[in-house]
């Protein structure tokens, strides 16, 4: 399903007169909110190397979202965590530049596990309303009814903004769950 058809659908459940550069904008809104909700697993892999620390990964990486770090048979824990010792394996992620850093560098080769929650990577815009929400195609129907509920928001309507909130906070919620339990995409 695409951005168009989704404004489509959205604009069958509230007829409005709100522009579709504003329509644009609450779909880019409700795209990050999406994935706020749903914590989608992913993992990336890397070959270490021997006395080699710096590792470029994928740019939808975050620090905020990396959720566990293997290096071999080693776990690996962030420097942001309280409890970590300089004793124990540890790593930094810089999010402009994608660089994880591990210390100590790993001593033989290995591969590299790390395991992240998806994010948003998709800006939107009028002239691409061809293209797809981030979320998994199966989720792509719950942005009518956000999108209905933003429309409806914007008219005063909040019956109806209740109502089509309850109803994709409620898929999103399912959706949350049934990732919880460990579908690693």
Same mark, same amino acid.
């Given at each position: &399903?695409?951005?168009?058809?989704?404004?489509?659908?959205?604009?069958?459940? @509230?007829? %409005?007169? @709100?522009?579709?550069?504003?329509?644009? #904008?609450?779909? %880019?809104? #409700?795209?990050?909110?999406?994935?706020?909700?749903?914590?989608?697993?992913? @993992?990336?892999?890397?070959?270490?190397?021997?006395? !080699? =620390?710096?590792?470029?990964?994928?740019?939808? #990486?975050?620090?905020? $979202?990396?959720?566990?770090?293997?290096?071999? &048979?080693? !776990?690996?824990?962030?420097? /942001?965590?309280?409890? @970590?010792?300089?004793?124990? %394996?540890?790593?930094?992620? +810089?999010?402009?530049?994608?660089?994880?850093?591990?210390?100590?560098?790993?001593? +033989?080769?290995?591969?590299?596990?790390?395991?992240?929650?998806?994010?948003?990577?998709?800006?939107?815009?009028?002239?691409?309303?061809?293209?797809?929400?981030?979320?998994?195609?199966?989720?792509?129907? +719950?942005?009518?009814?956000?999108?209905?509920?933003?429309?409806?928001?914007? !008219?005063?309507?909040?019956?109806? =903004?209740? %109502?089509?909130?309850? !109803?994709?906070?409620?898929?999103?919620? #399912?959706?949350?769950? $049934?990732?919880?339990?460990? /579908?690693?995409?």
């Amino acid at each position: &399903m695409n951005l168009a058809q989704i404004i489509a659908e959205a604009d069958l459940l @509230v007829p %409005n007169e @709100v522009p579709q550069a504003d329509k644009v #904008v609450w779909l %880019n809104a #409700v795209n990050q909110d999406f994935f706020n909700v749903v914590k989608i697993p992913k @993992v990336a892999r890397f070959t270490c190397v021997a006395a !080699q =620390a710096d590792y470029v990964l994928p740019t939808d #990486v975050r620090q905020k $979202n990396i959720d566990s770090v293997l290096i071999g &048979m080693f !776990q690996y824990k962030s420097y /942001d965590r309280e409890d @970590v010792t300089p004793a124990q %394996n540890a790593y930094y992620f +810089t999010d402009d530049t994608h660089k994880l850093t591990l210390y100590p560098a790993p001593y +033989t080769d290995a591969q590299g596990f790390l395991r992240y929650r998806r994010i948003a990577t998709s800006t939107f815009t009028t002239e691409n309303l061809g293209s797809q929400p981030d979320a998994p195609e199966e989720y792509h129907w +719950t942005y009518i009814p956000a999108l209905a509920a933003y429309i409806a928001n914007s !008219q005063d309507d909040s019956v109806k =903004a209740a %109502n089509y909130e309850g !109803q994709y906070k409620s898929a999103w919620n #399912v959706a949350a769950q $049934n990732y919880q339990a460990g /579908d690693v995409q």
